[in-house]
Structure formats: C-alpha cells, structure tokens
C-alpha cells in the first residue's frame, strides 16, 4: 500500500519531468553549449600567421577590453540603448494609457496597430527608415519647409539615426507590457483618490506611476536589452561610419577571424547584461512585493 502511494507521488513529478525535457534539451544544445564554447574560446589565443587557436588559457582577450578603439563601440552602445529605451518610455506610456482606456473594438484596433509592424520584415523595416532619413526624404524636405534646418541636415549614417531606428522598431516591445500593467488599474483607486482630494497630477504620481511600475520595468527590459547589443540597425542605418558592439563582435568572427577576441566581447556583453536583468529583476519583486 505504502509503494503504491509512493508511485503515485512519484508520478506527477516524472510527468513534470518528461514534458519540461524537450524544453531542456532544446535550451541546453542552442543555449547554453554555444555559450560555454564562447567562454572556452575566450580564453585562447589567435595565430596571426595561420589563424589557428591556441588554447593558452591567457586573460589577454579581456585585458584588450581596455583598448579605447574597443571601449568606445561598448560605451556607445549603452548610451544610445539608454537614450533609445528612455525614448521609448516616453513615447509609449501615453500611448499605453490612451489605449488602456479604450474599449471593445476601439481598444483591439488600437492593439492592432501597435503590432502591424512586426507583421513585416525587420530589415525591411529598416532599410526603409534609409529612405525617410535621407537628406532627398521626406523627413529632410519637411525640416527645410519647417526652417528647421538646412537642405542637407544629415541624419542618415549618425548616431541620431540609429537612435531612431531603434525608437521605430521597439516601442511596440514597451507599448504592450506598459498596456497590460495600465489595464489593471482598478477605476474606481482612480476615483476614491480624486474624491480625497488628490489632483490629476497627484493621482497619476501617487497612484498611476506606482500601479505600472512592473509594465515599465518589463518594457525596459525589453527594450534596452536587445538594444545593447544591436547589429542590424547600426550596419544599416550607421553605415559602417557608428559602431556599436553587435557590429565589433561580428566583424571579430567573420572579417578579422579572431574568435577568441571576439568570444570575450561576446561573453563582456553577456555579463552586462545579465547584470541589468539581475538589477532589474530586483527591481520588480520590490514593486510586487510593495
């Protein structure tokens, strides 16, 4: 009696077991094997005359981090990922509150115009911002009739344009978790603090902000973590000319042949990032647990 309700204790954990083993095979063989094989490179050597590997298990891959042509591809990185992220929380909180306080069918269209865009190809996306970004688009044409600047203002292949293109295509990633936190705001804690006396502004500081902590958080996250180590906008929209560390990384693997330089850029920005998400998981249990 006592093996049989044993078994049946057992079971629903081997049930757990089975159905979370594809899961864990697929993590562990895309995920984490290529990612031990990036720390193990990291620790080698290239030979500049045969481009062989050396496994000298040296420190000289991190201690080139330090090199100012490195540092500042990885310093512009996370400043235009800040900028980007701060941008798009400013664009889409409002957006997520509007949307919030529609209903019914007002509500899904507006839904479904956060996410068209993700129906079409990212690159595509991207390539196209190279035509309103232009100094002949129709962005540059509208600065000049506007007096805002001159015939050529030059936004393509800067800084500003990658910033822009990042803006474009995240701020659907901080819309919908903003929109999820938003609509759970009971009405009526709106309403009991409007009766106590407490104006729009108090309410939305006191209140609003608090309530959507986790949406933003979440939506930063979301942002600034792809954000950080971006490849494709910067390639299309920098034009080679602005570097961030996705493009070094890339041009380590595939243009230098350094995989071991390139593996210690790849696991710098692995660490930074999971240094952020850890901050920022933190973060949010505070706002959950308050």
């Known amino acids: 009696m006592r093996q049989h309700d044993a078994r049946r204790r057992h079971s629903p954990f081997r049930s757990r077991t089975l159905l979370a083993l594809p899961g864990f095979s697929w993590t562990g063989l895309f995920f984490v094997a290529p990612l031990l094989l990036l720390l193990v490179y990291s620790f080698g050597q290239i030979d500049i005359f045969t481009f ?7 420190l000289d891959n991190y201690r080139r981090l330090n090199n100012g042509l490195y540092l500042d591809p990885i310093v512009r990185s996370l400043v235009l990922s800040l900028g980007a992220t701060m941008l798009c929380l400013l664009i889409g909180f409002p957006v997520a509150l509007w949307i919030s306080r529609l209903s019914g069918r007002a509500q899904t269209l507006a839904l479904v115009a956060v996410m068209i865009p993700f129906w079409s190809s990212f690159v595509v996306r991207t ?4 035509n309103l970004l232009g100094d002949g688009g129709p962005l540059a044409d509208l600065l000049h009739r506007l007096h805002l600047a001159s015939d050529s203002p030059g936004l393509l292949y800067t800084p500003t344009s990658i910033a822009i293109g ?29 009766d106590l006396g407490a104006s729009g502004r108090r309410v939305f500081r006191r209140v ?21 180590g971006e490849y494709t906008i910067p390639a299309i929209l920098g034009g080679g000319k602005t570097l961030m560390v996705g493009n070094v990384i890339a041009d380590q693997f595939l243009k230098v042949g350094d ?9 710098m920005l692995m660490a930074v990032l999971t240094l952020i998400l850890v901050l920022a998981r933190s973060r949010l249990q505070r706002f959950e647990e308050a």
Do not use: H
Not at 52 to 58: F, P, R
Not at 127 to 130: G, H, I, K, N, Q
Not at 179 to 189: K, T
């Open 127 to 130: 390539y196209a911002l190279v």
């Open 208 to 228: 609003v902000l608090p309530l959507a902590a986790p949406g933003i958080v979440a939506g930063c996250i979301l942002v600034g973590v792809p954000a950080t």
């Open 259 to 267: 995989y071991p330089f390139g593996s210690a850029l790849a696991m």
């Open 166 to 194: 990042i803006v474009y295509s995240y701020l659907p990633l901080m819309i919908l978790p903003l929109f999820v936190a938003l609509e759970r705001i009971d009405p009526s804690l709106l309403a009991a603090a409007a």
């Open 52 to 58: 062989q590997v050396n496994w000298g298990w040296t």
